[in-house]
């Protein structure tokens, strides 16, 4: 099992930054992949960004080029820099890890955008 939390959501003008942050815990195997999903009221669950623990990374069309996701492997942690932020921004992001045979999502943080 794998735990993970994240951290950073919160209310941000248009046109502002957020950085957010996802610790994992638990039985971490070294080859896997992290990353960020994110859930409007009345919409479904999409991907925002993902990144293997080798590095490689993809992003939705609607975050390419505003928002970048990181790694620290040795801190077993995944960022989310989120710029140029817009209200159709505005989710619960949730942070997911895939490795081995298992799969895990964290509770979730809300980003509010506002105009």
């Known amino acids: 099992q794998v735990q993970l939390v994240e951290s950073g959501g919160g209310l941000v003008q248009a046109g502002g930054s957020l950085r957010l942050s996802c610790v994992a815990s638990?039985?971490?195997?070294?080859?896997?992949?992290m990353g960020w999903y994110r859930q409007a009221p009345g919409k479904q669950r999409e991907l925002v960004a993902t990144?293997?623990?080798?590095?490689?990374?993809n992003y939705a069309d609607s975050v390419k080029d505003r928002f970048t996701i990181s790694r620290a492997n040795a801190k077993n942690t995944v960022y989310l820099q989120m710029n140029s932020l817009k209200p159709e921004d505005t989710a619960v992001y949730y942070c997911?890890?895939?490795?081995?045979?298992?799969?895990?999502w964290g509770q979730g943080t809300q980003v509010t955008v506002f105009p």
């Open positions: 990144i293997h623990s080798g590095g490689s990374t």
């Open positions: 638990g039985s971490i195997c070294s080859i896997n992949r």
């Open positions: 997911t890890y895939t490795g081995g045979y298992s799969s895990s």
